[in-house]
């Protein structure tokens, strides 16, 4: 691992001999970002060597979908802005093998995970190194995602309450179904049709059948079959479909 009090990420270079280093094919480049002196600075710095090929130095994200239609792009370094999580969907829609990764200085949390939960596969910050910045790249590359120790402990809390929100929701459908339609529920999944269910709980086959209506309107589904998919995935009853 490398951990630069900025960024931690995979080494991408671990276990691999330096010979294999350049054999391996150059990974084509794009550098959007509207300051001309940043984006060509950089440009020449990732330039040396054989590693990375510098295909597009753009001002904006637009330009830089431009250059998709163009040519192959591996990986797109896109300074983070406004519209960035747009960009980030249309690049995975048009190219989908191409990654971007955000440069940004100090940006909303909220803004940067918007981003990364669209499909971007890193964000690093300005005043990181450049052999950082290399390093990343290499990283990405592999299939890793990179970013900032603080933005990786705030994406693993926004999992943690997306997981916590699910869970609750899931709870709520289950506490909004009475026992009594669980237990029809339980019945349908051993393939008991509404007269059999009727006659194993001693209810009319209009009860039956209301009671089915109201769970399908309850899970918001539209056949008997997703309501015990829906139920069995949920682990509120088990599958006892006849095979």
């Known amino acids: 691992m490398i951990d630069t009090g900025e960024c931690t990420i995979a080494n991408p270079f671990s276990g691999r001999d330096t010979a294999s280093r350049g054999e391996r094919e150059a990974l084509r480049l794009v550098i959007a970002d509207r300051h001309q002196l940043f984006r060509d600075c950089l440009a020449a710095f990732l330039a040396e060597g054989q590693r990375f090929e510098v295909v597009g130095k753009v001002s904006n994200g637009r330009e830089a979908l431009d250059r998709l239609g163009e040519t192959r792009v591996d990986i797109l370094l896109v300074a983070l802005e406004d519209g960035s999580c747009g960009l980030v969907r249309e690049v995975e829609a048009r190219s989908p093998s191409s990654k971007v990764v955000l440069l940004g200085r100090d940006d909303s949390e909220e803004r940067v995970l918007d981003c990364l939960q669209a499909g971007a596969c890193g964000y690093l910050v300005r005043d990181q190194s450049l052999a950082d910045l290399r390093s990343a790249i290499e990283a990405v590359s592999q299939g890793d995602t990179v970013c900032t120790p603080r933005i990786a402990h705030s994406l693993c809390a926004r999992l943690a309450r997306l997981g916590r ?12 179904l009475t026992p009594r339609e669980l237990e029809i529920l339980s019945l349908i999944s051993e393939s008991l049709s509404n007269q059999e269910i009727a006659r194993r709980l001693f209810l009319s086959v209009h009860t039956v059948k209301n009671h089915v209506h109201k769970t399908l309107e309850t899970l918001g589904v539209n056949s008997r079959w997703a309501a015990v998919r829906h139920a069995v995935e ?10």
Request: no cysteine; net charge positive.
């Open 234 to 243: 949920r682990g509120w009853i088990q599958d006892r479909r006849r095979r």
């Open 165 to 176: 929100e699910r869970r609750r929701r899931a709870r709520l459908d289950y506490l909004t």
